[in-house]
């Protein structure tokens, strides 16, 4: 076993003022990621000519690399720190920028073409698990330990809030100038945000045994599962919630997204800090029934307004599940394991989206679309017993019990 771990900051710095640059770098690097969602469809099939299989296959390529490369994401920022992984994330996205340009200028050639821009989305798969997997650990180790739920859930926000943004900024982009606008962008704003990090302690890595992956695995798996668990209904508003207001022939489907949205900015505003005061399996117990509320109601809607009711609840319930279950893993492995653990744990995350969406498009075309919301709800209903478990199993931290 490897014997270099991380050493905590012996003064942890005031919340805002540490963590606001690592969430500045979360947000450009899920930003990158967003711009090119809405237009790498538009221009794998319309410019390279090329049909859905491939489409998904380049879409899905970066989830996949992100998913594989969770654990040597988390060795490396237990191992030569969380700045540095950090960074080389930065760079990893950078890089895939310029693979996208090259595969810009070989764009007469198609198949080479593509296999060029597959590589360019798997380096960044690559590049989002070292930095949010680095950015987490690298938050709880220069903040005072009792925010560790709120660290998760900041750092969550910026995530999601870049997702949002990029989607239409993408499209601008994509619109005005091409594919070429979205290639520079990606390789030239993680550059940009290495100025935003520079003046942050790092964290170093100090002589102290750490967990292999399979111990951490063992650790954080039950959280893990809650999560997965309670991230269905997230999967089904942002995938099906349109197809439901189109099918009942409903005005303005897209109010789905932004109830769900308005929900889950609400809780993350106002209640971040509640997993760490009242124990993360508590709060993730009282989200996961109130998500299961919302999908219930969209299930049994009979107007638009119980639909959009539905999903603002499940947002709200969804905001604070996975920054629950979250403080449960952390608080099960030592602290020089963080890195290891976020990256375990944000794997069963992947996991559940990369399944849930295809699962639930089956049980639509066999049952109904309104059917999605109530087999979604039943899911995310099974987190509520993940959580009660780990209410009765306190969590360890360096191998004792608390």
């Known amino acids: 076993m490897s014997v270099v771990t991380v050493q905590e900051m012996t003064e942890p710095r005031p ?31 319309g410019r390279l000519g090329f049909g859905t299989f491939v489409v998904g296959l380049v879409a899905g390529s970066q989830f996949a690399a992100s998913l594989i490369s969770r654990p040597w994401a988390g060795h490396y920022s237990d191992g030569r720190g969380a700045k540095r992984a950090v960074i080389a994330g930065l760079l990893a996205a950078s890089a895939s920028g310029l693979l996208y340009l090259c ?25 989002e698990s070292f930095i ?5 650990s690298w938050g709880l180790a220069i903040v005072d330990p009792r925010n560790t739920g709120k660290v998760i859930a900041w750092v969550g926000s910026a995530m999601f809030a870049a997702f949002a943004i990029g989607a239409p900024i993408g499209s601008a982009l994509y619109a005005g100038f091409g594919f070429v606008a979205i290639a520079l962008t990606t390789a030239l704003a993680p550059l940009a945000t290495l100025l935003l990090i520079a003046p ?16 951490v695995v063992g650790r954080v798996w039950i959280p893990g599962l809650g999560s997965a ?11 099906f919630a349109v197809l439901l207001f189109a099918d009942r022939v409903w005005a303005n489907g897209w109010l789905a997204y932004t109830a769900h949205a308005v929900g889950f900015i609400l809780a993350r505003l106002f209640f971040s800090h509640t997993a ?18 919302g999908q219930a109601l969209m299930w049994r809607a009979a107007r638009p307004e119980s639909a ?11 905001s604070l599940v996975y920054p629950g279950f979250g403080v449960e893993a952390v608080r099960r492995v030592p602290a020089q394991s963080r890195g290891l653990a976020m990256g375990a744990y944000t794997a069963f995350l992947d996991l559940a989206q990369g399944l849930a969406s295809p699962a639930l498009g089956l049980v639509a075309k066999g ?5 999605v919301f109530l087999v979604s709800a039943i899911t995310v209903l099974c987190a509520a017993f993940v959580a009660s478990w780990l209410m009765m199993n306190p969590p360890t931290v360096g191998g004792q019990q608390q």
């Open 308 to 318: 959009l009711f539905g999903a603002a609840l499940t947002g709200f319930g969804f």
């Open 132 to 136: 949010i997997t680095a950015a987490v």
């Open 200 to 215: 942050v302690p790092a964290v170093l890595p100090v002589q102290r045994a750490r967990f292999s992956f399979a111990d």
């Open 367 to 371: 049952a109904g679309l309104n059917v």
């Open 276 to 293: 760490d005061r009242i124990g993360g399996a508590k709060i993730a117990l009282i989200c996961v029934l109130i998500e299961t509320a």
């Open 229 to 239: 668990l309670g991230s269905v209904g997230f999967g089904a508003v942002t995938t």
């Open 15 to 45: 919340f805002a003022a540490a963590l606001l640059p690592i969430m500045g770098v979360v947000f450009v690097a899920f930003l990158v990621i967003g711009v090119a969602m809405p237009v790498l469809p538009l221009y794998v099939h």
């Open 103 to 127: 595969s810009l200028w070989i764009g007469n050639a198609a198949e080479a073409s593509v296999v060029v821009l597959l590589l360019g989305r798997a380096v960044l798969g690559a590049a």
